[in-house]
Nanobody, 125 residues
Framework: QVQLVESGGGLVQAGGSLRLSCAAS????????MGWFRQTPGKEREFVAA????????YYAESVKGRFTISRGNAKNTVYLQMNSLKPEDTAVYYC??????????????????WGQGTQVTVSP
């Protein structure tokens, strides 16, 4: 079993920044990719960003391109999401996820095997 723990969420004013962290622990595994998704009440989980572990390729939703940056940490199986120029519409619960093998685009939630509990990000106007 793999456990993912997110941290770094909180309340910030529009235009501010937050950095989310996600650490994976548990059984040994080599991820194909790690990603971030977000969800607001009544809506489906939405892709935010992903990074492939082998080549370090990064992918972003159009809504966050140029504002968010996903990166891998020095510690194994750690990923970060730097969020700048935050907007009220970025308010959501943010989830970290791990994909252990390729199953199509990294923007697809069904391609991920393990999920964290989520961390709340609230951006005030």
């Amino acid at each position: 079993q793999v456990q993912l723990v997110e941290s770094g969420g909180g309340l910030v004013q529009a235009g501010g920044s937050l950095r989310l962290s996600c650490a994976a622990s548990g059984r040994t595994f080599s991820p194909y990719a790690m990603g971030w998704f977000r969800q607001t009440p009544g809506k489906e989980r939405e892709f935010v960003a992903a990074i492939t572990w082998g080549g370090g390729s990064t992918y972003y939703a159009e809504s966050v391109k140029g504002r968010f940056t996903i990166s891998r940490g020095n510690a194994k199986n750690t990923v970060y999401l730097q969020m700048n120029s935050l907007k009220p519409e970025d308010t959501a619960v943010y989830y970290c996820a791990v994909s252990t093998y390729y199953r199509g685009g990294v923007n697809l939630a069904y391609g991920y095997d393990y999920w964290g509990q989520g961390t709340q990000v609230t951006v005030s106007p």
